[in-house]
């Protein structure tokens, strides 16, 4: 059964560090891995998908690489910034068309002014 | 704007009592979810659907029925809610080419 662990659980930098978050899976046999951003009382955004055949994606300040050998993927966030407080939420399908995200139980981040 | 609308977003209810829970998406989306969320547990899939009338149970179905009748509809039904059916619920969708997930901005349930 695939788990995905989030580490750590909660995170607080000061603005302007560049910073990584982590997410590990216990089964590398994955489809494609998610990476989203849940703000307070909010639905999830997606921030970056890679796809199995891929090492990593970018998106702005946002950089997610993937190695399926490790069963690992990181989060780059650049020059943080207070905006970028929310949860970190990885999620992985594990199978071409299915409908099964497995999610890690994210990272909380605290950007400080 | 290409969105996930779920409602209610918030409800308070009785243990027994029947309600649904709607979610639509103007994607045009084939596929859709539903999930919940717990502390300590994550998010969890409770059902999803592949297209109109084809749906299957995910991790934690019980205690739940959905229906798929119209392509942007997807809403969840409790029959007799439990107080451990107290949750944070998600509505999500993708398209058939894609595979970035779509998310509504969830419902907070109370089930006293």
């Known amino acids: 059964k695939q788990e995905v662990t989030q580490i750590p659980a909660a995170l607080s930098v000061p603005e302007g560090e560049n910073l990584v978050l982590n997410c590990s899976f216990t089964d590398s046999a994955i489809y494609n891995l998610q990476w989203f951003r849940q703000d307070p009382g909010k639905g999830l955004t997606s921030l970056l998908l890679i796809q199995s055949s891929q090492r990593e994606q970018t998106s702005g300040r946002l950089n997610a690489s993937l190695d399926k050998s490790s069963g690992r993927s990181t989060l780059y966030i650049a020059a943080s910034q207070p905006g970028d407080s929310a949860t970190y939420l990885c999620?992985?399908?594990?199978?071409?068309?299915?409908?099964?995200?497995?999610f890690g139980k994210g990272t909380k981040l605290t950007v400080n002014p | 704007e290409a969105q996930v609308t779920q409602n209610p977003r918030y409800l308070i209810t009785v243990t027994g009592k029947k309600l649904t829970v709607t979610c639509s998406q103007n994607?045009?989306?084939?596929?859709m979810s539903w999930y919940r969320q717990d502390p300590g547990l994550g998010l969890r899939q409770i059902y999803y659907?592949?297209?109109?009338?084809?749906?299957d149970k995910g991790d934690v179905p019980e205690g739940y029925k959905v229906s798929r009748k119209e392509k942007r509809n997807f809403p969840l039904i409790l029959e007799s809610p439990s107080p451990n059916q107290t949750s944070l619920y998600f509505c999500a969708s993708r398209s058939w080419e894609g595979y970035e997930q779509f998310f509504g901005p969830g419902t907070r349930l109370t089930v006293l």
């Open positions: 999620a992985l399908s594990s199978q071409g068309g299915s409908e099964k995200l497995v």
């Open positions: 659907s592949m297209n109109v009338e084809v749906t």
């Open positions: 994607m045009n989306h084939e596929y």
